[in-house]
């Protein structure tokens, strides 16, 4: 039975752009704003309950980082973009979290939307999207709900660890590209295993049905991963070419090394796609295959009870000395050696999995 299936773009039909409608289904999320307002001697880090409380931070000469969980809240968002003077076009990607992934410089900030991949408890890819504003001093981030991978981050703004708390804005904004990319290595590394694992099974000949269902899951997180993955090449790059005047030019080697990992990244994911769909030949060269076998077991079974079936029909069982026409129970014995044949039958060829 088909799946009831509801489209993200619906709500968007007919409405003008700049239109601020969140598409997630994430309707009941609590607003979270979390802060980290630092420079090389001090830190401020606070949890905000209204997005009032973070507008004071525009005009500090310390680098800023205001994280925004909820996009459901669309007032919010509404209110932090007119006071950091977004456009509505801005606003509009923000909370359309089907958006694909890109970068737009503006006069005043670099607007930039990212996939944010990882494993939940259950072992399943959460994607999630994640969108940046790079100001001067200032980074704005949104995030549908509560949970990312920016916790490297923050420990290394809490303990000052590296060089994080003595540059700007702009490596802030390389930190978190970067954590978010190093988890799409997790991510497929993960997938290698799983993809180790089912060639295993399929050459140990574990349950057929099984493993065809893993395969298909591959399948659609492959796919998943590669839509979020492939786009990062193209914003790294553009931010490489440095055509605006936040990111400063000793920052863009970093970049740089995203880009790196970016493009190995995307060669492993083809590696892997590639092995998936080697991986459902297999499946049906094993399904062919085992076909044969069976077909080849029927096939002597036949050949041998042939040349029975055909004395049988010349003669039928028409001889006159027929000890067992006169037994008694012969009916019964007959039925219960059918019986028993057909069942031992039901067992041979279900454990050799023919069925």
């Given at each position: ?22 598409t997630g289904d994430k309707e009941t ?51 932090i973009g007119t006071h950091y003077n ?270």
């Amino acid at each position: 039975m088909p799946k009831n299936r509801t489209s993200k773009y619906r709500k968007k039909l007919g409405l003008s752009p700049g239109s601020i409608i969140y598409t997630g289904d994430k309707e009941t999320q609590e607003l979270f704003i979390d802060s980290f307002d630092y420079n090389s001697e001090f830190l401020d880090e606070k949890t905000h309950a209204n997005i009032e409380d973070v507008f004071h931070y525009k005009t500090t000469k310390s680098v800023t980082w205001i994280n925004i969980n909820g996009l459901n809240h669309v007032d919010a968002i509404e209110k932090i973009g007119t006071h950091y003077n977004l456009h509505p076009l801005t606003l509009e990607d923000i909370v359309n979290t089907s958006h694909r992934p890109k970068i737009d410089d503006y006069d005043n900030y670099v607007f930039v939307v990212l996939k944010m991949l990882y494993h939940n408890a259950n072992d399943e890819i959460i994607n999630e999207q994640v969108c940046f504003i790079l100001g001067e001093n200032y980074v704005l981030s949104f995030q549908e709900a509560e949970g990312d991978v920016f916790e490297t981050v923050r420990e290394r703004i809490r303990y000052a660890k590296g060089r994080i708390r003595t540059l700007g804005s702009d490596y802030l904004l390389y930190a978190l590209i970067d954590a978010v990319t190093d988890h799409y290595f997790m991510v497929i590394e993960t997938m290698s295993n799983k993809i180790e694992d089912l060639e295993d099974n399929l050459f140990n000949g574990f349950s057929q049905e099984e493993i065809s269902i893993q395969i298909q899951d591959l399948k659609r997180e492959i796919l998943k991963v590669r839509r979020a993955i492939f786009p990062l090449r193209e914003i790294i790059s553009k931010i490489e070419k440095n055509e605006n005047n936040f990111i400063k030019d000793k920052t863009i080697h970093y970049f740089r090394d995203v880009y790196d990992h970016v493009i190995q990244i995307s060669e492993n994911i083809e590696i892997y796609r590639d092995m998936i769909w080697g991986l459902m030949d297999m499946y049906m060269t094993t399904l062919s295959n085992k076909m044969n076998e069976v077909m080849k077991v029927l096939t002597v079974i036949s050949t041998i009870f042939i040349p029975l079936t055909f004395l049988a029909g010349i003669y039928g069982m028409n001889f006159a000395n027929m000890p067992e026409l006169h037994y008694q129970y012969s009916y019964f014995i007959l039925w219960g050696v059918m019986i028993v044949l057909f069942l031992g039958m039901l067992y041979y060829f279900k454990k050799k999995k023919w069925f």
